[in-house]
Every structure is written in structure tokens, then in C-alpha cells.
């Protein structure tokens, strides 16, 4: 497995170096000058225009370009946005805050999904099967954007359970409920999928032996049975980790919390590439490793599809 | 029901045999209505004995097992009756934490598909293992030295390398001698076989079935194998009870059975298995179809496919006759069967 896994990681260089030329090819081709409305009410002077487009390479053929930010991407100097701050503080100071908060979304996922759908999937047609379907259902229709205003609203101003708006240091505790509403989507399609999984294996002849072999309930659900109806489950957090990085978009701009959501929002806006380019680099890269993860835990929980 | 009861000579404690099953009744309720899979079943079988249960597909043969080893789903599954006395006491009657230590440790069973039946994601040896240490509380190093050793007893090659492979790395009568490692691992005094060998080629079938017979030897286990394959019973049973429609028809020691059948089920079954002198001739063949456990006939279950058929078999259900100590047939027209003529 340690040889799948290198030649795994070998194959994210080429799939790196596409997707990186593509976005910052993309990138500088959206149209409008980023540099002709930096002046406020009046039209920004050519020479300014001209100057910048020169500091910044924008002169330069595309291919030099990418070539620069290959340069600068290894020696870990990214340089400075259109306001001559450093993109690498910029960075440093959102990154680890929306990491953060996808770990959390992804343990809530996890924990909350597994659990609801264990727990339905064993009493089907029951009371708590009812309530978890239910509510996962509401979720499932509702968008991110909705659950938290919602949420924001009811749990932060009507009831002042929490601080409405996160921290700019953004602690584990102010993180919870917008962890909880980055992950209510792929928490409801979790739980499902858990549900189903286990409703399905539940009467599998191996659960049968299980039984037949003498041992308690509490062995045959939470070892023969819940392992094998994981693999769907874990499968599906691993792969949407992609998804939840840009639901943290939104779910950051909601609860004003200072990642790199926010960080990406006002780049767009001003058409700061600078930014852009190794956020959405960024953000390809993390798809990437997830989904390498998931393949390798395939591997780890499904003795069946193990790599040589 | 006026069955009767074929007596056995030995018996376990108190008198009665080792597991004794008495007028089982156990019915499915499905949306299309209830199906009366077993009606009223009776065997019993004693330490070192060999019970062959026989029959086709919906006779019952496989609930009647799966009830006494407590898997049987329910719902849809509902026992209506009857007793199941493993060493004199009523399994039915016992609360589920009781039921559950004699799983395993006094009865176990193996099933038809070992592939489906173990664990995917668990090496064998793990699986063999979980036997000692969940009813023994051995650790786990012991318990994996325990399953060596009995991958070693079902003639595994190479069990110490092999124990910690998973089940899709074995072939099909490998796994099946797992599963049977894993069934015998406490020393049960009862194990129940559910068509152990239908899954396997001719040739592992014969090991498999050699296999089980030398460890009923070496432990004196009683024996309950369950099989459509008269073939596979001939060799290993010491009586056979023929099931068909959820009740037995046909109780019988394999020697009176192959001789002379008193049931025109076992007959016709009997008759169907191709022989050598009668290469060239058209295979006999039971007529008709199995009986749906929706919509059984009135009478005798068999009546629509019997060739000794009469007005009595479409009203009258047949009781269990006695022929003689142990034989009994369920036919109205068990002499007219023995002696042979009709048809």
C-alpha cells in the first residue's frame, strides 16, 4: 500500500501543474482591467494603469506569467496584492481559521451523521427513525445560506444563546454553530446513506453468523454490522470535503468570520488575483489530498479493494 | 395434529433426547398474507447421532433450523407454537441473555454460502478468534493460537500464514472449513448444517461432508444436516425426516428410506436421482410445482403431484403413521407406497 499511496501522490504533480495554468490562465482572462477602477470617481491615469501591469508581469505572455508564479510558489514567496500587502500574511492569518472550521464540519459529518443514521437505520419505521428522516429532509432542502441566517438568527438574536457574529480570532466555541451549518447538507446525505447502509446489511448472512455465533447485540451491531456499513458513509465525507470548502464561502461570509472565504469574496470583487490564484490553488490541492485519503481508507476499511 | 413422535433409544439428560423439536409452528407474515412455513415439527437428535433433514426449497427444512438457533427474523418470522428442549429445557421459553450462551457453546451452525456467511472485512483467524475471546474471555493472543490450531483440525494448509487473511483470499470449500473451524470452536454438543456443500464443487463436497463426519466422531456431536442432496445423505446419516410443505412426511433410518420409501414424495425424489442402469431412459421427473405456503392445498400438501392420489388426500389432512418404532409417513396410502404398486 505504501507503493499505491507514492505513486499516488506522484500523479498529483501533473493534475497540480494543469489545474494551477488553468486558473491563472482563467484568471487574468476575465474581462474588465483590475487595475481601471482603482481610482475611485474618476478614470484611472494610463501611466498608473501601465506601471501596474508592468510590477505585476501583466504585460508579460501568459506562459512568463505562469512561470513566475511556478518561481515564487517554491520559493514560498508570493508577494504582495494590488495594496502591497503580503499575500503569504494574508494567508497565514485566514487559513488555519477555515481549516479550523472544515475539521469541525467534517467531525460534526461524522459523529452526527453516523449516529443519526445508525440509530434510524436499526428502529426503521420507529419514532426515532421518523424525526431523523424528517429532519434530514429539511436539511437536505434547505441551502446553506438559509440553515444559517436561520440558525444565526434564532440561536444568536432571538435567544442569545451564542455571539451572533464569530471573533477575529474565531475560538472553537464561537465555531460550532457555523460548523454545524457548513455541515448540515452532507450531514443529512450522511445519515442517509448510513441509514440505508445498514438497513441493507442488517439481515446479510454475516450478521446472521454473528448472532448465531453467540454473540451479544451490542458486539453484532457495533462490530460486524457498523463496520461494514461505514464504508459508504466515510466514502462520502472524504470525497465532499471539496464541497464543504466552498460552502465555507458562504457559511464565512454569513457568521463574518475571517477565512479565507471571506479573504477569496473581497479578492473577487476586486479582482485581486494576486489572492485568488493561490487560494484556488490552495483549494484544488486539498481536493486533491482528501480524495487520495479516501481511496487509501477504502483500502484500510474494505479488505476487498486492498492496493498492492 | 396427531403426529407421532418416533421415540429415540439413548437419550441426553432427562430422559429425552439431546434437542428435541416438538410440533414447531412457525408462520411468516407477509403483505400477501401468512405463510405457514413450518407446521407442526417434530425430531429430535442425540450426541454422536446424525439427523438428515431433507427437502426442497420452501419445505421448511431451513426455518425449522434457523428457529431452533434463535436467527430466525422476526418480524416477518412468528413462532406459533411448540417446543424446542435442548437437554430438557424449552429454548423458546428462555430470556434472550440465556439463549444467546447456548448459541456458539451448545449449538452452533454452519450455512450453504461461506463466502456471504463470514465477515468480509475481518480476517478468518479474527473471526475463529472472536469465539474465545467473547464466550471465553480469552485474550487475544490466545484466542488467535486457539484458531490456528483449528484451521489446523479442518486440515487448512499452512493455517499459521493463512490466519490472517481475509475470507475472499480462500477458496469455496476452504471458507466452508472455516466456517466449520469457527462453528466447532467451543465443542457445541449439537451442530446444525444448512446445505453445507450445495455452494461447493462434487469433488469438496465429499472432503467437506468427510470432514464433518470425523469431527462428529472425534466429539460425539449430534448432528442435524440439512440438504436437498440425497446423495450427500446416504453416506453420513443415521435417519433421515423428509420435509415437505412445513410438515415432516417421512421419518425413517437411511437404510428403510433407500430401500423401501413410504412416503410417495421421498419415493418420487428417489426416483429422480439418474442411475447408471437406466442411462438412455427419460429421467424421472416429481410432477408439478412445490407448494406455494400461501396457498396450500386442502389435505395432504403433496396431493396436486401424487401419483397414489385419492378422494381422502384433497379432504383430509394426513397424520404422521406409524409404521414401526421410528418409521413413520405422513400418506394415508403408506402401505399401498411400501408395497410398491400403484402409479
Redesign the interface.
Known amino acids: 500500500m505504501g507503493r499505491y499511496a507514492i505513486r499516488r501522490l506522484l500523479q498529483l504533480i501533473p493534475v497540480l501543474l494543469g489545474t494551477t495554468f488553468l486558473i491563472n490562465y482563467m484568471v487574468w482572462q476575465l474581462p474588465g482591467d483590475p487595475f481601471a477602477a482603482r481610482c475611485g470617481q474618476r478614470p484611472c491615469p494610463d501611466a498608473y494603469i501601465n506601471a501596474m501591469r508592468a510590477e505585476f508581469g501583466l504585460d508579460q505572455p501568459i506562459i512568463v506569467q505562469y512561470w513566475h508564479f511556478l518561481k515564487n510558489l517554491l520559493t514560498g514567496d508570493l508577494g504582495v496584492n494590488f495594496n502591497n500587502v503580503s499575500v503569504a500574511s494574508q494567508l497565514a492569518d485566514s487559513w488555519p481559521i477555515t481549516v479550523r472550521l472544515g475539521l469541525m464540519a467534517v467531525a460534526i459529518e461524522a459523529v452526527i451523521g453516523i449516529t443519526a443514521g445508525v440509530l434510524s437505520g436499526l428502529k426503521r419505521g420507529g419514532f426515532i427513525d421518523n424525526v431523523i428522516t424528517i429532519s434530514s429532509l429539511v436539511l437536505l432542502s434547505l441551502p446553506v445560506f438559509v440553515t444559517g441566517f436561520l440558525l444565526q438568527w434564532l440561536l444568536g438574536v432571538q435567544l442569545e444563546w451564542v455571539k451572533p457574529t464569530v471573533s477575529p480570532e474565531a475560538p472553537f466555541s464561537e465555531l460550532i454553530i457555523p460548523a454545524f451549518v457548513l455541515a448540515s447538507l452532507n450531514l443529512a446525505f450522511t445519515a442517509r446513506l448510513t441509514r440505508t447502509s445498514i438497513i441493507e446489511n442488517r439481515?446479510?448472512?454475516?450478521v446472521?453468523?454473528?448472532?448465531?455465533?453467540?454473540?451479544?447485540n451490542r458486539?453484532v451491531v457495533g462490530v460486524?454490522l457498523l463496520?461494514?456499513s461505514l464504508i459508504p458513509a466515510l466514502t462520502f465525507i472524504g470525497t465532499e470535503v471539496g464541497s464543504l470548502m466552498s460552502g465555507a464561502i458562504i457559511t464565512e461570509g454569513i457568521f463574518n468570520i475571517n477565512g479565507i472565504g471571506g479573504l477569496l469574496w473581497r479578492a473577487v470583487n476586486d479582482h485581486d488575483f494576486t489572492i485568488v490564484v493561490p487560494i484556488a490553488s490552495l483549494l484544488v490541492l486539498v481536493y486533491l489530498l482528501a480524495n487520495l485519503l479516501v481511496d487509501l481508507l477504502y483500502g484500510v476499511?474494505?479488505?476487498?479493494i486492498r492496493y498492492e | 395434529m396427531t403426529e407421532v413422535l418416533p421415540e429415540t433409544k439413548s437419550g441426553g439428560t432427562g430422559g429425552g433426547a439431546l434437542l428435541e423439536v416438538e410440533n414447531l409452528q412457525v408462520e411468516f407474515h407477509t403483505r400477501a398474507g401468512v405463510a405457514k412455513a413450518v407446521n407442526g415439527v417434530t425430531y429430535s437428535v442425540n450426541a454422536g447421532e446424525t439427523l438428515a433433514v431433507l427437502g426442497e426449497s420452501g419445505s421448511g427444512k431451513s426455518v425449522t433450523a434457523q428457529t431452533i438457533m434463535g436467527i430466525l427474523d422476526i418480524p416477518p418470522g412468528k413462532i406459533v407454537g411448540g417446543e424446542i428442549r435442548f437437554r430438557g429445557t424449552d429454548l423458546l421459553k428462555l430470556p434472550e441473555d440465556e439463549r444467546r450462551k447456548v448459541r456458539g457453546e451448545g449449538i452452533a451452525m454452519i450455512f450453504q454460502d461461506a463466502l456471504s456467511a463470514l465477515n468480509p472485512v475481518f480476517p478468518v483467524g479474527w473471526q475463529i478468534a472472536e469465539m474465545f475471546r467473547m464466550h471465553r474471555g480469552m485474550s487475544r493472543a490466545d484466542a488467535k493460537k486457539k484458531a490456528v490450531e483449528l484451521m489446523d483440525r479442518v486440515r487448512i494448509p499452512a493455517a499459521k500464514d493463512r490466519v490472517s487473511d481475509y475470507p475472499h483470499q480462500f477458496s469455496g470449500g476452504m471458507r466452508q472449513r472455516i466456517m466449520i473451524a469457527m462453528s466447532i470452536a467451543l465443542d457445541p454438543e449439537v451442530l446444525i448444517a444448512d446445505e453445507p456443500t450445495t455452494a461447493l464443487d462434487v469433488t469438496v463436497q465429499a472432503q467437506i461432508m468427510e470432514l464433518l463426519a470425523e469431527l462428529q466422531r472425534e466429539s460425539n456431536m449430534g448432528l442435524i444436516l440439512i440438504t436437498h442432496d440425497l446423495g450427500v445423505v446416504a453416506d453420513v446419516a443415521d435417519k433421515i425426516a423428509v420435509m415437505y410443505g412445513g410438515r415432516i412426511v417421512e421419518n425413517a433410518s437411511v437404510h428403510d428410506l433407500y430401500r423401501n420409501p413410504a412416503h410417495p414424495y421421498t419415493k418420487g425424489l428417489l426416483e429422480s436421482i439418474p442411475r447408471v442402469d437406466l442411462k438412455g431412459q427419460e429421467l424421472y421427473a416429481i410432477k408439478g410445482m412445490p407448494p406455494n405456503l400461501l396457498d396450500m392445498p386442502t389435505g395432504c400438501a403433496f396431493n396436486p403431484r401424487c401419483p397414489y392420489r385419492q378422494e381422502k388426500c384433497v379432504t383430509d389432512v394426513p397424520p404422521l403413521h406409524t409404521i414401526s418404532g421410528t418409521r413413520g409417513s405422513a400418506c394415508h396410502f403408506w402401505r399401498e407406497v411400501l408395497d410398491g404398486d400403484a402409479q
Open positions: 439481515r446479510s448472512d454475516y446472521r453468523t454473528a448472532i448465531a455465533k453467540g454473540m451479544t458486539r460486524h463496520r461494514n476499511l474494505d479488505p476487498r
